[in-house]
Each structure stands twice: as structure tokens, then as C-alpha cells.
């Protein structure tokens, strides 16, 4: 297929100072949750990104000193000539394809905790980021920098770059953004020095200026010199001559990076969920950056349109179409533009639960592609997969997200499946979640692959087809996959927080009731334990269509877990917006049909609220009947002809949407696969004994 002529100027080469960009796809740092820990993990994880078309391909973070030490969170690091050959293992992989290979050097400043190294952290003025969240609460204040502070953070960036560069590297950043320490120096709340350095805008921003004058003084004959800077707070600041701080600091530092790469300032902005917020969010922030500078630019915004990327580009918004979620969920999204197959895009939903893999410290898993973090240590390809070890035909029960998942997979390697499901439609628990406010996006789970399973014609697809025991033994397939999913439970919970008893009675639902059609009457309580999306947005959804609804939790925040994918700021302003009133600390212990009894979870304190309904949303258990039948019958498998029956997805564990596609995938990878090792341990790489000085 042919590439629509109107996306050529996405392939367009772009000089990016002494360096030159195949084309405008820039992969833009970002986490993996590899370090050099996992050289090799890391190495295939960017490497098959570069074969997937992105013109340039980025490290995530990594410290140029054991003062920027973001431990207990996976970080990398460039601290000596030890840390050079794992770096270089990436390099490698991503020249391979032709690709320019980015490094973002960076230093924490006050926003590390440096747990490991116990170094007091470095800051222009003393001021901690002193997060409220417990994740990222810390009780180690910062330092003031004094003038050898200054002097020693610029030659371990040197000394970095320099390292670099020996890896080969081809672009080395300055980083300025996200509460670190270049970016303190910019804001006032950070930086209340009153030397060189404090005060007007143009010290602020001198502590960058050294930065990047001393890293292109150091690699920039043959290596571009990128600075990252955040400028959502510097744009709501006024300045004395300029529209805002922001125009003010781009206007100083003008052509001095070779690139800019502007963002915003904190993950939940510069990272949101498409919950919240929709492609190109960061455009009313960055628009102006390139009216001030010659230099290109380069931007993200969870951009998947092709459309919308060249509109950024002729628009003069960008030169370069940043990507770190896109470049996640599909790494050929580049090379399906280029040949005219960008119908065949799987497109990142907005879920972060990428994100959430960085917060949990390790490697990086996508709702999207199951093949993520597992290209090397499971040889997986985001593309192409082993052909069938066999004529089998594979039987899938149920259309959800993993039924789908392993049917496509199987399909493209070769075998026969059908995929019969009980339902009007596919699609599993998403028909009725893209439903609620804000989570359309996510139906591009189940769009994407029933796109795909209805141009194979290895693939019978069945609605309206609930299957029994009998149906299934009479279709003569080899390979039985169970995908029949899960249901949500009326139990409650108790004070030693495990899921335990039953609340049964009228007016008492499930989020399963509701996906069936069932209307409550109002006031509504929801209640929660389960502590991801799901309890917040049904009380966002039933408060917008009028409903009076009080949300109640033990846990201490609304949809407690959404710290981890960057949605609970927002979570509890809809909830505010919709005026939905929270209770926290709260069990759920009595509702009576006019009444439901609340207790703190900590000093058992009572508490009435006065609602004619309850819903909840708690614990969540597998619908594994079906296979526990089939199972009972296990002697007849061989008259029949069944080889192998197995439970994939909530049938088997019931979990968020990420993991049941992975064991869609995972099923359909192993089948036939005699030899399968769980997965390959990578280990470090080194080139001097370990032990070194730092
Ligand atoms: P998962 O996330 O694991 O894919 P879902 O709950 O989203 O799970 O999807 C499971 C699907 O299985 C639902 O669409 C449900 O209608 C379907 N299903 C359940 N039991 C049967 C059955 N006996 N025959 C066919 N489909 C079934
Ligand atoms: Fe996109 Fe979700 Fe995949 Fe992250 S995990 S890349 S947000 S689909």
C-alpha cells in the first residue's frame, strides 16, 4: 500500500545541530523501568522502536551522580565507565535501524530522596517537593547549593555527556522540567537565591545556560545538545517585558539547544489520562515556543493521528511529533503511516497503566501491546509472531479483551480460531465501561482487534452464542480457551482490610447490575474497596444524569489506586464538579434500604447516610463455571478431540484490562510451544570489575 501523500511532510529529514533526523517521529524520553539491571530488556525494548520507524529514540532519565538517586523508583545511571556498555547495548539497537539515539542526562535536585546514596539532595534554596501523596512523601529536606554545588552538578553532566558520547549517543539532553533541578532554578517557589542565580529571570535561568554551554563545549562538535524544559507554571507567570516567564527563558536560552522539547510540568499534566484529557492537551502552553527560536521543536500530546501530527507541524506548533504512550502501544506506528496501513495502528487508549509500571518500579507494561518489556526476555514482537506448530483449531468462550487478544494472535500465527461470544456484541466488560464518562477511548481495545479478526479468513467470529459443555465438545476444536471473565461481588470488607461477608438485599447492586440495564433509585451510595477507575467514574456517570451521590471508601483518597496512573487530582475534581460527596477511612457495614450504616475503618465511629440504593464496587471474582464443567468431564476430552482447555483472562484471575490482554497473548504465544521457559533473566553488563569509585 501506498503512503497518503498528504503525510509526507512526517518523513521529511530534519537537522537537529550537527545531527540529522530521518524523519519527524521522535520518541521522546520517557521510563521503561529498565536500568542497567536489564541491559538487554532495554536494549530490544528501544532498538524495536527504531525498527518501527522513529527517527529518534530516547533513554528515559538517567542520573548523572549518585545525588540524583531516585531510588526506591527504577532509575539509570551514567555515574562511571561501568555504566557506559549497557548504554551503548541501546545505542546499538536503535543505529541498527537507522535511527539518531537520544540520552537524557539528569539530576533530581530536591525532588530525589536519594534513599540509597544518602546524600543530602541538591536545591537552589533548601525548598523540598513535599508531596502529600505516600508513594512519594519523603523526610529528608534538601540542601542550599553553594557556588562548588553549582560547579560540581555542571562537570557531573559534563562527565555524563562525555560518557555519553562513548556510548554513541547522538543527542544529549539538558533536562529543566518536572520539579527537577534545572527547573528549580527557573521557578521562584524553588529558587529564592539572592546571588547570581536568584532573582530576575535571566540568573534564574543561568544555572541552565551553564549546563548547556559547558555540554556543547564538551560533545557538541558531533553531538546535537537538546534541552527539555517544562512550561506550563513560567507560562501562567507574568514578566516584566515579555507575555509570560516562559516566552522570557525560551527568548534567553533562543538558539542555544540545538532542540527544544517542551512539556508540562507535573506527570498528571504533562502525562494525563484520556480520561481527563484529550490528544494535543499541551498545545494553549507550547504554542508559541517556536516563534522565539530558530531551533526545532519537538512536543508530545499522546498524538495517534496523522491528521492531527501534520496540522501540528504546518501549523507551526512543532517540527517534531513527540511521542513516549504512542510510541508504547504501537512502536510501527511510523512505518503503518508510510505504508498507507494506518488503519492498522493500535492506538495508545490513555490508560497510563505504563505509567503505573514506573510507580510500581519495574519494566514498562501496555494495556495496548502485551509485547512490551517482554522483546527480549520472552522474544516477543510487536508484529510479528511464530508461525502455528500444528493444524489445531482453537475454540475461544467469550469476546472480552482477552478472548479477543488470544484470538488475534492466534490467528495471525496461522491457526483456525473462532471466538464465540454470549453477548449482542464484543467486546466483554468494555460495551459497558466506554459507556462512562471519559472512557471512549478505551473501546479502541476491542475496535482494534475486531478490525483486525474480521479481515482474516482463519477467524469465524459468533455473537448471540452463549456455549454450554455440549456445544463446545460438538464444534471439534482442539484448543479450548475460556475467556468468560469475571463478576463483581456484594461483599463487604472488614477492618483487617480483607474482602469478607455479603450485603444482600433490594437496592443493593454491583457495577455488573448497572452494565445489565438496571436503574437505581436515587440517593445513590457507591462503595468502594476496589480502589482503581472503576467506583469513581460510576458515581461521575450516575451524579451527570442527575442522581444525588455520596462515594465512600476505606481507603484515603478517591479511587485510591488512580495515584498511580496520574488520574486521582482529577478524579476528585469531576467528583467535586459533579458534586458527589466523599467519605473516606469508610467500611461499608449495614444499608437497610433507607439507610446506610458507615464506620471508620480505623476508630469505628458510625456514621448514617440517608440513600435508597447502594452500589459495589469491591471484590471481583473469576466466572470460571463454565471451565470447572467442562473440566468434569475431562474423560471424554479424548473422544472428542480436545488437546488442552485452559482459562485466559478474569476467567482465570480477575484484574484490570492490561492483564487480561496479556494472557490473551500469552496464551496464544505458548500454544504449541513445547519448550517454554517462564522468561530469560537478563543480568548487568560491565566493563571494569565491579566495586568502582564514585
Ligand atoms: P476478559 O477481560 O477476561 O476478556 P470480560 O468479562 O471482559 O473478560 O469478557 C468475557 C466475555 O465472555 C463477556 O463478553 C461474556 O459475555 C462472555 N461469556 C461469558 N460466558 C460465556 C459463554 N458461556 N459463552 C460465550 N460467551 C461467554
Ligand atoms: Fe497507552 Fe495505556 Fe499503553 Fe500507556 S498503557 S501506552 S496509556 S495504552
Not at 516566552?247 to 498528571?268: C, F, N
Not at 482453537?394 to 495471525?412: F, H, M, T, Y
Request: charged letters at 20%; aromatic letters at 8%; one cysteine or more.
Amino acid at each position: 500500500m501506498k503512503m497518503n501523500p498528504n503525510y509526507k511532510i512526517l518523513f521529511d529529514p530534519i537537522k537537529i545541530g550537527p545531527v540529522l533526523a530521518p524523519n519527524r517521529f521522535y520518541q521522546v524520553p520517557h521510563a521503561s523501568g529498565m536500568t542497567e539491571s536489564n541491559p538487554r530488556a532495554r536494549a530490544a525494548f528501544r532498538g524495536i522502536k527504531a525498527e518501527g520507524g522513529w527517527g529518534v529514540v530516547s533513554t528515559g532519565a538517567v542520573s548523572t551522580h549518585p545525588s540524583s538517586d531516585d531510588s526506591p523508583l527504577p532509575f539509570a545511571r551514567l555515574w562511571d565507565d561501568n555504566d557506559i556498555r549497557s548504554h551503548a547495548m541501546s545505542c546499538e539497537a536503535i543505529h541498527e535501524h537507522g535511527a539518531l539515539a537520544a540520552i537524557e542526562l539528569w539530576h533530581g535536585g530536591a525532588a530525589v530522596m536519594n534513599r540509597t546514596s544518602r546524600i543530602a539532595p541538591y536545591s537552589p534554596s533548601g525548598i523540598p517537593w513535599a508531596a502529600t501523596h505516600v508513594g512519594f512523601m519523603g523526610n529528608l529536606r534538601p540542601r542550599i547549593m553553594d557556588n562548588k554545588d553549582i560547579r560540581d552538578v555542571i562537570s557531573w553532566q559534563v562527565n555524563a555527556a562525555l560518557r555519553a558520547r562513548s556510548a554513541g549517543f547522538d543527542i544529549v539532553y539538558i533536562y529543566a522540567g518536572m520539579g527537577y533541578l534545572g527547573y528549580e532554578f527557573l521557578l521562584e517557589e524553588y529558587n529564592h537565591r539572592t546571588d547570581s542565580y536568584g532573582g530576575s529571570v535571566e540568573n534564574r535561568s543561568r544555572f541552565v545556560r551553564q549546563l548547556i554551554e559547558a555540554t556543547k563545549e564538551a560533545v557538541g562538535a558531533n553531538c546535537a545538545v537538546a534541552l527539555r524544559i517544562s512550561l506550563e507554571e513560567l507560562r501562567a507567570k507574568p514578566s516584566d517585558h515579555f507575555e509570560s516567564q516562559a516566552h522570557e527563558v525560551v527568548s534567553l536560552l533562543g538558539d542555544l539547544p540545538d532542540l527544544w522539547d517542551v512539556k508540562m510540568d507535573s506527570s498528571p499534566s504533562d502525562c494525563g489520562a484520556s480520561r481527563f484529557q484529550a490528544e494535543g492537551s499541551h498545545e494553549p502552553v507550547i504554542d508559541f515556543v517556536k516563534s522565539v527560536t530558530n531551533r526545532p521543536v519537538v512536543g508530545v500530546g499522546r498524538f495517534t493521528s496523522p491528521d492531527v501530527m501534520v496540522s501540528q507541524i504546518k501549523r507551526g506548533v512543532l517540527d517534531l511529533i513527540g511521542g513516549a504512550r504512542p510510541s508504547i502501544a504501537d512502536p510501527f506506528l511510523p512505518n503503518k503511516i508510510k505504508e498507507g496501513r494506518e488503519d492498522e495502528i493500535r492506538e495508545c487508549i490513555g490508560c497510563n497503566i505504563c505509567i503505573s509500571s514506573w510507580h510500581d518500579g519495574v519494566p514498562v507494561r501496555c494495556t495496548q501491546n502485551a509485547t512490551v518489556g517482554e522483546e527480549w526476555r520472552k522474544g516477543w514482537h510487536p508484529e510479528r509472531v511464530q508461525k502455528a506448530g500444528s493444524d489445531d483449531r482453537i475454540l475461544i468462550v467469550g469476546g472480552g479483551p482477552a478472548g479477543l487478544e488470544a484470538g488475534l494472535i492466534a490467528a495471525k500465527r496461522g491457526y483456525h480460531v473462532t471466538i464465540a461470544e454470549s453477548n449482542p456484541e464484543m467486546g466483554g466488560r468494555l460495551q459497558f465501561e466506554t459507556s462512562l464518562p471519559g472512557l471512549s477511548a478505551w473501546g479502541r481495545v476491542r475496535d482494534y482487534r475486531l478490525y483486525a479478526l474480521r479481515q482474516m479468513a482463519n477467524v469465524d467470529l459468533y455473537t448471540r452464542s452463549e456455549l454450554g459443555v455440549d456445544q463446545i465438545f460438538a464444534l471439534e476444536h482442539q484448543r479450548i480457551a475460556i475467556a468468560t471473565g469475571a463478576h463483581w461481588t456484594r461483599s463487604l470488607y472488614s477492618s483487617l482490610e480483607i474482602p469478607q461477608g455479603e450485603l444482600v438485599g433490594p437496592g443493593i447492586y454491583t457495577p455488573d447490575d448497572l452494565a445489565g440495564g438496571i436503574i437505581p433509585e436515587g440517593p445513590v451510595l457507591i462503595y468502594d474497596f476496589d480502589n482503581y477507575y472503576l467506583g469513581g467514574v460510576i458515581a461521575e456517570y450516575l451524579a451527570i444524569q442527575g442522581f444525588d451521590v455520596a462515594y465512600a471508601t476505606p481507603a484515603g483518597h478517591a479511587s485510591a489506586w488512580t495515584i498511580m496512573t496520574n488520574e486521582q487530582p482529577f478524579v476528585h475534581q469531576a467528583l467535586h464538579k459533579h458534586h458527589v460527596s466523599i467519605k473516606t477511612q469508610s467500611l461499608l457495614t449495614g444499608f437497610d434500604g433507607e439507610q446506610a450504616m458507615l464506620n471508620n475503618i480505623f476508630t469505628g465511629k458510625e456514621q448514617m447516610l440517608a440513600v435508597r440504593s447502594v452500589i459495589i464496587v469491591g471484590l471481583r471474582l473469576p466466572n470460571d463455571k463454565l471451565f470447572q464443567d467442562v473440566m468434569f468431564r475431562s474423560e471424554e476430552f479424548a473422544d472428542v478431540g480436545i488437546k488442552s482447555v485452559d482459562r485466559i483472562g478474569d476467567a482465570l484471575a480477575a484484574g484490570a484490562l492490561v492483564h487480561a490482554v496479556y494472557a490473551g497473548h500469552a496464551y496464544a504465544q505458548q500454544l504449541d510451544q513445547a519448550d517454554n521457559p517462564l522468561y530469560l533473566r537478563d543480568i548487568p553488563v560491565a566493563d571494569d570489575a565491579p566495586g568502582a569509585v564514585i
